[in-house]
């Protein structure tokens, strides 16, 4: 079973930064994609920003500028640093992790949420 360990939420002011980083255990097949959706009160989750294994990268408009995504291919750990955050900003944050199709199938995994508190 693949656990997602996430790590970095908290609270913030306007304008500032935080960085998140999420490690996966347990995977038996390489994670072609890995990255961060989020989800404020009433709204559906929706994607933040992703990375694939072949350094490909793909953003949500909102964030593109102030957010980055990065990994760290060999210990299996995405990282989103945020900085110039707007109270928008606020909502839990999940990661993700996504091995692609595999001779087993394709498998999805979820961590359990961290959340961002961007205050005015």
């Known amino acids: 079973q693949v656990r997602l360990a996430e790590s970095g939420g908290g609270l913030v002011q306007a304008g500032g930064s935080l960085r998140l980083s999420c490690e996966a255990f347990?995977?038996?097949?390489?994670?072609?994609?890995m990255g961060w959706y989020r989800q404020a009160p009433g709204k559906q989750r929706e994607l933040v920003a992703i990375s694939t294994s072949g350094g490909s990268t793909n953003y949500a408009d909102s964030v593109k500028g102030r957010f980055t995504v990065s990994r760290d291919n060999a210990r299996d750990t995405v990282y989103l640093q945020m900085s110039r955050l707007k109270p928008e900003d606020t909502a839990t944050y999940y990661c993700?992790?996504?091995?692609?199709?595999?001779?087993?199938?394709?498998?999805?995994?979820w961590g359990q949420g961290t959340q961002v508190t961007v205050s005015s």
């Open positions: 993700n992790a996504d091995t692609g199709v595999t001779h087993l199938g394709r498998y999805v995994y």
């Open positions: 347990g995977s038996s097949f390489s994670l072609n994609a």
